[in-house]
């Protein structure tokens, strides 16, 4: 597609749920990142992946954390047992190999209640 | 810890005034520096880079000034209008890292009035 695209947009959920959000990149970039905001806050990062090696996870706050990403498209961010914490708004960006500009995607705004 | 930040949480200017947005860092390798534009509901928007090895660069309407000797980064809009209502960051990429991997700063938010 022409940009980064996430989905869902927003996503209510309960305590202690499980959830995953998902991010289809730019076609082309090789690499792919997971970046947290939290209300009023700057960019937290999670997680990195370049194209086939392995990924940079030492963003991820806690084991309930995971992403995956099949070669160079979609990335799936799960996180298990949702903890109110959890609320923010996770984006996701794309990257052309050596490139350091990010693309972003709106992000997908979670809230737990 | 090290970290880049910003001075103005809140900035507030009338329209046609020029703004300045500042940003420290800490990480004196730092190589590249990014400012990202981001408006409410929307992921951060690219406006404008520069390298270590620059201390001024353009764009239109915006100027980067870096200054290494304090490790200070501005971002100056001319002639600011209602659409530069956003929230601001800055950006660094720490070189040695591995990969490119760029911290934020809290972000600054430009109000523009009328």
């Known amino acids: 597609g022409a940009g980064v695209s996430q989905s869902p947009s927003n996503k209510v959920t309960e305590k202690g749920k499980d959830v995953e959000l998902r991010c289809d990149p730019i076609?082309?970039?090789?690499?792919l990142y997971w970046y947290r905001q939290r209300l009023g806050q700057g960019l937290e990062f999670l997680i990195y992946?370049?194209?086939?090696?392995?990924?940079?996870k030492s963003g991820l706050p806690s084991d309930r954390f995971s992403a995956e990403r099949t070669g160079e498209s979609v990335s799936t961010l799960t996180i298990q047992r949702t903890q109110q914490e959890d609320s923010a708004v996770y984006l996701c960006?794309?990257?052309?190999?050596?490139?350091?500009?990010?693309?972003f995607g709106s992000g997908t705004r979670l809230t737990v209640v | 810890g090290e970290s880049v930040g910003l001075h103005l949480p809140t900035l507030s200017v009338q329209e046609g005034d020029n703004s300045i947005i500042n940003c420290a860092y800490s990480?004196?390798?730092?190589?590249?520096f990014i400012w990202y534009k981001q408006e409410s509901g929307k992921g951060p928007q690219f406006i404008i880079d520069?390298?270590?090895?620059?201390d001024k660069r353009q764009g239109q309407r915006v100027t980067v000034l870096l200054n290494k000797t304090v490790k200070h980064l501005s971002l100056q809009i001319a002639a600011t209008q209602p659409g530069d209502s956003a929230v601001y960051f800055c950006a660094e990429n720490r070189a040695g890292t591995g990969f490119q991997k760029l911290v934020f700063g809290t972000g600054t938010r430009l109000l523009v009035s009328p």
């Open positions: 992946f370049q194209g086939n090696s392995a990924p940079d």
């Open positions: 990480n004196s390798a730092s190589d590249y």
């Open positions: 960006a794309s990257s052309p190999h050596g490139v350091v500009g990010y693309t």
């Open positions: 520069i390298r270590s090895n620059m």
């Open positions: 076609s082309g970039h090789t690499a």
